[in-house]
């Protein structure tokens, strides 16, 4: 696979447009209830009626933007309205906290336990607002962030189940998706906000959970950064850091601050480096610090959002910078992803494989797959490269 960028921005532009999107336009809508339906088989047939905020929130998400930013589809608007009026007569209690699971018919299941589910309401609804421009839309949005922000020193609150005290911790989970959520909400926050959560989210991620020696990016430290030497201070979750990074390239990018974008495209080299399966290919799912059996028992398993945003920072730093060796990789990541996860029999991806790189589970949606990593991966590939192309004419 030489540097044929166009062909390249016409191949994601073709698996996101008759693949991907086609699949979940098909087969996930529920049209009795409401929402959508996210656990698909391979064929795309239903066989969980359950609705998971977060694939709810994420699919009326991915419809929305790609309204926004790509093209405005009337069907693409339809299916967010779809979920739009779900979410917003289902998915909160009392206090307005979105809850984690509710039933087909919007009864709630699982308890807001957790403030992703807001993010992602907040993320959701921010771009339903600028597709649909609906004020109750926008309200929701910025409630759903300011819960958030509200949260973030505590993101489980009363549900969190370690004892309060012994060995406090904090989790890169949280400022990585503060600081894509704040990027996504831009034109419904002032100005200094903003900025000061950006700057924020970027420093903390870049100074307190980046190991400045390996180069690597810790799932948890002490509230000071530093290392504890337990399960959760040692744990490496190579996707998660590598999805880190592109959030911090695209911000960094917006203030042409090639320092960090250098910075981070290097922290994603260093973990590839670490993460790399070099006897079967692929991102290893979850890996010690230390070298340590890891607690996670599906530590080895070669997960789809894993390899998909290796691509998205991939593609993005060989955009932003030009350096051969993000294209070396690239190309790695391509063929193992393409060639392993993607269903042309079918249609979409399989998300889930065992460390042999062999389908483990024939899924195409379940409880933590559904309409997002892939579409979104798809559709951010092949800007890049589109952008790469007329660069190099």
Same mark, same amino acid.
């Given at each position: ?11 994601y ?9 086609? #699949?979940?336009?098909k ?24 609705k ?18 790509l ?14 009026? #779900? ?8 206090d307005?906290?979105w ?19 807001d ?14 421009g ?14 958030v922000?509200?949260?973030?020193e505590n993101?489980k609150?009363?549900y969190n189940k ?40 970027v ?9 400045q ?26 996707g ?15 203030k042409?601050?090639?320092?960090t ?8 080299l ?16 979850f ?14 398993q ?6 998909l ?8 730093g060989?955009?932003?910078?030009g ?25 979409e ?22 309409? #997002? ?9 092949w800007?890049?490269?589109e ?7």
């Amino acid at each position: 696979m030489e540097h044929d960028l166009k062909a390249l921005a016409e191949l994601y532009k073709n698996a996101l447009l008759n693949d991907v999107l086609s #699949f979940w336009e098909k087969h996930s809508l529920d049209d009795q209830q409401g929402g959508y339906f996210t656990c698909l088989d391979r064929q795309g047939n239903v066989y969980d009626t359950d609705k998971f905020i977060w694939l709810q929130n994420r699919q009326l998400w991915t419809f929305s933007m790609l309204y926004n930013q790509l093209e405005k589809r009337e069907n693409w608007l339809k299916i967010a309205v779809h979920g739009a009026n #779900f979410l917003a007569q289902h998915g909160r209690d009392v206090d307005g906290n979105w809850y984690f699971a509710l039933t087909r018919e919007g009864q709630p299941l699982v308890q807001p336990y957790n403030i992703f589910s807001d993010c992602f309401a907040a993320m959701a609804f921010s771009q339903y607002a600028l597709a649909g421009g609906e004020d109750w839309a926008k309200n929701l949005a910025m409630q759903a962030y300011n819960n958030v922000l509200r949260r973030k020193e505590n993101p489980k609150g009363n549900y969190n189940k370690t004892y309060p005290g012994t060995r406090p911790m904090k989790a890169l989970a949280v400022p990585m998706i503060l600081a894509n959520l704040t990027l996504e909400m831009e034109w419904l926050l002032p100005k200094e906000t903003l900025d000061n959560v950006l700057e924020m989210t970027v420093k903390e991620v870049m100074s307190d959970f980046l190991d400045q020696e390996r180069g690597l990016m810790y799932e948890n430290v002490a509230l000071d950064g530093s290392h504890i030497n337990c399960f959760e201070g040692r744990l490496i979750n190579p996707g998660h850091g590598i999805e880190a990074m592109w959030f911090i390239m695209d911000i960094a990018h917006r203030k042409n601050d090639m320092k960090t974008i250098n910075q981070a495209v290097d922290v994603v080299l260093n973990i590839l480096n670490f993460a790399w399966d070099s006897e079967y290919g692929g991102l290893y799912y979850f890996m010690d610090a230390n070298g340590h059996p890891p607690q996670q028992l599906e530590w080895d398993q070669k997960l789809w959002w894993v390899h998909l945003e290796s691509l998205v920072a991939l593609a993005m730093g060989y955009h932003l910078t030009g350096r051969e060796v993000c294209w070396e990789w690239y190309q790695k990541m391509h063929d193992y992803t393409w060639s392993h996860f993607a269903d042309p029999q079918y249609g979409e991806w399989f998300g889930y494989l065992n460390r042999r790189g062999e389908v483990l589970l024939n899924l195409k949606g379940g409880k933590w797959k559904g309409c #997002f990593h892939v579409p979104r991966a798809l559709y951010l590939c092949w800007q890049q490269f589109e952008a790469l192309s007329v660069k190099s004419v």
